[in-house]
């Protein structure tokens, strides 16, 4: 802390050892000051003020049919960019401020100017602009202010319209790329399920699905084999009892004409049932299809088994010798049973190997259902993203148009003028009330500065301490200068100069407010 102290110390020392040029420098700059502030020409300001109306009553009503643009941030962006170097040079030409600019340097230089000077501010939170600008001359300003006006007025916004024309087109060319990706999409569709019809049902039923109808349908077959089975054997067994039984010597002739005219009606119905069924399944499938090609094939195999049986029967009839108890009507009740019976257990087994054939081929193509499954899925998931997309880009190319016709229509946002242009009666720059002292501060601080330099370029040591620490040596002893009355006489006396050089800076000072201040008692 002493260390500070001394530092300052010898600082303050030094700069008054220096005083006179300090004060020297000081006067200098303060009247420099006074010339700028009284030399610096009046400027004028004009202003105007822009509400801007971005509410409209066609807004709600188009609400969620029509794309609604945010009308208030357009607003801002144009107050933002209205100040740009082609609307200046329209405003100059607006204003005739380019009949004194003849060059181009000079142009450019007014452009850069105005660009720095004009100012639009937003007032508040209502779309309130407030247009300025100031110069030497109020008549001027009044001009560039109402050339800004129009130029702000008449912007339009109408590049939200060429927006929405390119946004059209643009959809329009998405529409056109989506709809060559659904067409190439239903193309594969079309292949794949040509390419794997076996897998397909008709009601939708996956593979899985179809094999446990499969396998339900075999396990149902096979449980009515077996009961045809049983039948059978009991109508066989009820047949042997009545032959031990019966002794009527007339049955051997009725059992051959039954025989020769034995028919089998089971079979001939199931025959005209699966005639329907083809008929049924030709309707919506191929003759390729697995379902048609199996029904054939069992109506086929039915057939031939109604020959084979009629055969049979015919070939046992006539082969027996008619026996005492063949006219009896029970016993051809019971050989009739039989009969049909055997050509149910026939037809039933033919089943029972359809289905199995059936079952064997579903879970054959089980190993590869799952693969063709999910390429199935994602092709049906691709399709279905670009149908969406589609859908989608539809309906916002009409939204676009319909927000173009809103815009044509009703217009973006309605410009009115609350305050014309209108040049302030006194200047409103500079403010030399308020240069004034700055000038004074500044030349104060000049003063101060002058003379800390000089102490620094010509060092004086005030005490031993110092030129100790500076020299590095030994001091052997400190000679004191002891002052005679005339030396204290001219110091004093100097003192006093100094004094009345810094009261009459003040002074000079005071003279100037007093003066700047009746001046604009007088301007007001």
Request: no cysteine; glycine share 4%; proline share 3%.
């Given at each position: ?134 110069d030497t001359s ?11 006006v129009s130029i ?331 002052m005679d009355s ?39």
């Open positions: 802390m002493d260390e500070l102290i001394g530092q300052i110390s010898t600082a303050a020392r030094g700069m008054w050892k220096h005083r006179w040029l300090g004060m020297l420098i000081a006067w200098l700059v303060m009247v420099l000051g006074v010339a700028v502030v009284l030399l610096v020409p009046d400027k004028y300001e004009a202003s105007a003020r822009i509400f801007v109306d971005t509410q409209s009553i066609l807004k709600p009503l188009m609400s969620g049919l029509a794309v609604q643009p945010n009308v208030n941030q357009q607003v801002v962006m144009l107050s933002r960019t209205l100040i740009s170097r082609p609307n200046v040079e329209k405003l100059i030409r607006m204003a005739d401020l380019d009949l004194k600019s003849q060059s181009r340097a000079a142009q450019e230089a007014l452009v850069d100017e105005l660009m720095k000077t004009l100012e639009i501010k937003n007032v508040g939170r209502d779309n309130l602009y407030v247009l300025s600008f100031r109020p008549e001027k300003a009044k001009k560039v202010v109402q050339s800004l702000f007025v008449e912007s339009s916004l109408g590049d939200t319209r060429n927006d929405s024309n390119m946004a059209r087109k643009f959809i329009d060319e998405q529409i056109k790329t989506y709809v060559g990706k659904l067409e190439e999409a239903e193309a594969r569709l079309k292949e794949f399920k040509v390419r794997n019809i076996e897998i397909q049902n008709a009601e939708g039923i996956d593979m899985a699905g179809q094999l446990s109808v499969i396998s339900s349908q075999l396990n149902q077959a096979r449980l009515d084999l077996r009961e045809a089975e049983n039948a059978r054997d009991a109508a066989k067994r009820q047949l042997d009892a009545e032959k031990s039984q019966s002794t009527d010597a007339t049955s051997r002739s009725l059992l051959q004409e039954s025989a020769v005219m034995i028919s089998t009606p089971e079979i001939d119905g199931r025959i005209e049932v699966q005639k329907r069924n083809l008929d049924m399944l030709l309707q919506r499938f191929t003759e390729e299809h697995p379902d048609v090609a199996s029904t054939k094939r069992l109506i086929e195999e039915l057939e031939v088994l109604k020959r084979k049986e009629l055969q049979a029967l015919r070939k046992t009839a006539m082969a027996n010798p008619p026996t005492v108890f063949n006219n009896s009507l029970a016993y051809q009740e019971l050989n009739r049973m039989l009969a049909t019976s055997e050509v149910q257990v026939a037809s039933l087994r033919a089943r029972v190997g359809e289905y199995a054939a059936r079952f064997n081929r579903a879970r054959e193509l089980m190993k590869t259902a799952p693969q063709i499954e999910a390429e199935f899925a994602q092709m049906n998931r691709d399709y279905d993203i670009n149908k969406k997309n589609y859908n989608d880009l539809v309906a916002r190319r009409e939204s676009a148009a319909l927000s173009g016709d809103l815009e044509s229509a009703a217009g973006v946002a309605d410009f009115r003028l609350i305050d014309p242009p209108r040049a302030s009666p006194k200047p409103v720059a500079p403010n030399r009330l308020l240069l004034m002292p700055l000038a004074l501060l500044v030349a104060l601080g000049a003063g101060f500065f002058a003379a800390l330099l000089a102490s620094r370029m010509h060092a004086v040591f005030f005490d031993a301490r110092s030129l100790r620490d500076v020299v590095g040596l030994p001091l052997l002893g400190v000679v004191t200068l002891v005339g030396a204290a006489m001219q110091e004093k006396s100097n003192l006093k100069k100094f004094l009345g050089a810094s009261g009459a800076l003040l002074g000079f000072f005071v003279a100037g407010m007093v003066v700047l201040s009746q001046m604009s008692g007088r301007a007001g």
